[in-house]
């Protein structure tokens, strides 16, 4: 992939309430998707990450994203938030050929109890 | 906590000067990078070091250097500093030799210039 976006850029939610998180690609040839989760004044980390097979992923925390290759897509879901998921999230795919990774904008993500 | 540290966790500086941050990878990890998060750019790759070496340079200004030593620590050299400087700088190391391996992020240097 060589870009990424996503175009939500806060989403709040109430406890319980399901997510789902938009992102999409461009087309690079082998796709390697990552959502990453930042949650306030941490570092970035790994929430799940697509390589090929099954395009439904499971990641930590009950998180999961679907890649849609017709749509170009890598959305994360959540069947039930928690205040505790109050956090900034990040959809991020290499450069084709790169270990560099290019990060979406980010959505931030205000879970209201 | 990733394995990655870096220092210091604060900085505050004038505008003019230059600082040094610090990054310490995880144990076995070939591979540095550096990146900028800011409110308006997001999180922007800076540059890539691989066992020593220069490997990728993504928006990287002039005045910011970068070294990786024997040992595979690095250094991010910011100097002429701006108030547009101040940001988040965070330091990243994967697993070498896969492209898959994903990054793990150290807590990052709050840097402010004043």
């Known amino acids: 992939a060589q870009s990424v976006s996503q175009h939500n850029h806060h989403v709040i939610l109430s406890e319980a309430a399901s997510l789902e998180l938009g992102c999409n690609y461009s087309y690079g040839g082998t796709v390697n998707l990552f959502w990453y989760v930042q949650y306030p004044g941490q570092h970035l980390q790994l929430l799940l990450k697509y390589f090929s097979g099954d395009p439904l992923v499971k990641g930590i925390k009950g998180f999961e994203a679907e890649f849609i290759k017709s749509k170009f897509s890598f959305n994360l879901r959540k069947p039930s938030v928690q205040w505790s998921d109050t956090a900034e999230y990040f959809c991020a795919a290499p450069r084709a050929g790169s270990y560099q990774l290019t990060f979406g904008k980010g959505t931030k993500l205000s879970v209201i109890p | 906590d990733s394995g990655v540290t870096q220092t210091p966790k604060h900085l505050i500086t004038a505008t003019g000067q230059r600082v040094t941050l610090r990054c310490s990878p995880r144990?076995?990890?070939?591979?540095v990078y550096w990146y900028q998060q800011s409110l308006d750019q997001g999180l922007q790759f800076l540059i890539q070091?691989?066992?020593?070496?220069?490997?990728a340079k993504g928006n990287i200004l002039e005045r910011f250097s970068a070294q990786q030593f024997p040992d595979l620590h690095s250094e991010l050299n910011l100097s002429s500093l701006e108030l547009g400087d101040s940001a988040l700088y965070f330091c990243a190391s994967s697993a070498p030799g896969d492209y898959n391996s994903p990054l793990h992020f150290g807590n990052g240097t709050r840097l402010t210039v004043t």
């Open positions: 070091y691989y066992n020593g070496e220069e490997r």
């Open positions: 144990s076995g990890d070939l591979s």
